[in-house]
């Protein structure tokens, strides 16, 4: 099969599928139904993976798609930087549109009162008397949530990353920046259409959508370097459902933005992302021995070496490839070299 027969078949089912449900059940999103939505909004991406992969392409499905699990520290990363977006995100929500944090068990009562009347807010001073919240308020917003993102979460999350991080991933030819950019531009896809009906956004949908949408693509070559440096898609799923777990935290913490100013997929978790990506170039610039974002782009270094006049390029063993050209010359790109140098 040609690849891009391959890749209309998955993009028709996973984004078909997944805007499919998105549409069918636009009224819903912002209803107690829209977290279960989620999962379900997930499962075409899931599906398209695994009926390509395997009855399409008849390939394995754990080792190609980075199903790897062999810890690392990358992992610890995975799980605890959401906790650092969630500061940053704060900050710039402080920064740019001068949202106040809640910080202290009293700024978070006194909010939580003031959308209460009658007899739910009597129950709820009734509660406190019983079980006043515990100080700093935000500390234990945090610790409640990342549980969430290395057991429950990341079985939700792993089913859409199986298909961006993973299949997407392996499929997608070109350099770093190509492969971030077009997995990128497919999730935000994905991730918008939701939005847009009111899911994350329920006060401002559309202006929601461009701004997860714009995380996406800020997010992409993160995600990737992840994906990369962990070699393993569940790395990328850990981080993930560590955001959605926090969201709740973030929701509490940044309560007086808006819905589209506040971290995560609003304006201020773009930006906290954008200094994530800074901390990805640093790391692979200084750090890294294996180049991912700075790697010369794909063929740069034969076309050189062609041009040299009476000096015939020598024969490139494997290791000395560049992460890019391993990219499209292995079934695993560049994951297990960038992996084991990083």
Not at 154 to 178: D, N, P, S, T, Y
Not at 200 to 217: D, K, M, N, Q, Y
Not at 231 to 243: K, L
Request: net charge neutral.
């Amino acid at each position: 099969m040609n690849r891009p027969k391959m890749f209309a078949i998955w993009m028709g089912i996973a984004l078909g599928g997944s805007g499919t449900i998105a549409v069918a059940f636009a009224d819903a999103w912002t209803g107690p139904w829209g977290r279960f939505l989620t999962v379900v909004h997930l499962m075409p991406v899931l599906l398209a993976t695994i009926f390509v992969q395997g009855p399409i392409l008849k390939q394995p499905v754990l080792a190609p798609l980075g199903l790897n699990l062999k810890l690392g520290r990358w992992w610890l990363i995975a799980w605890l930087s959401p906790v650092l977006l969630l500061a940053l995100g704060v900050l710039f929500a402080w920064l740019i549109f001068g949202v106040d944090p809640v910080l202290d068990a009293q700024s978070y009562v006194d909010h939580k009162r003031a959308l209460l009347s009658g007899e739910a807010l009597e129950s709820f001073d009734a509660q406190l008397r019983e079980s006043p919240p515990p100080s700093p308020i935000w500390f234990w917003l945090v610790v409640q949530g990342l549980p969430a993102g290395v057991t429950l979460n990341m079985l939700v999350a792993l089913a859409g990353e199986i298909g961006f991080r993973g299949f997407l991933f392996r499929e997608v030819r070109g350099g770093f920046w190509r492969r971030a950019l077009l997995i990128g531009l497919a999730e935000a896809a994905f991730l918008a259409l939701p939005a847009a009906f009111g899911h994350f956004f329920p006060e401002h949908p559309l202006r929601g959508a461009a701004s997860i949408a714009a995380w996406a693509l800020v997010a992409s070559p993160v995600l990737v370097y992840l994906r990369v440096r962990a070699d393993s898609t569940v790395a990328v799923a850990i981080f993930r459902g560590t955001v959605l777990a926090l969201g709740v935290a973030a929701a509490e913490i940044a309560w007086t933005a808006e819905d589209w100013q506040r971290p995560f997929f609003g304006v201020a978790g773009v930006a906290a992302m954008l200094v994530a990506l800074g901390a990805c170039a640093l790391h692979d610039r200084f750090v890294a021995k294996t180049r991912l974002i700075f790697a010369p782009a794909p063929g740069a270094e034969g076309q050189g070496a062609a041009k040299k006049k009476k000096q015939p390029a020598p024969s490139k063993a494997p290791d000395d490839e560049t992460p890019d050209e391993a990219a499209d010359a292995s079934e695993e790109p560049a994951a297990a070299s960038a992996a084991r140098d990083a």
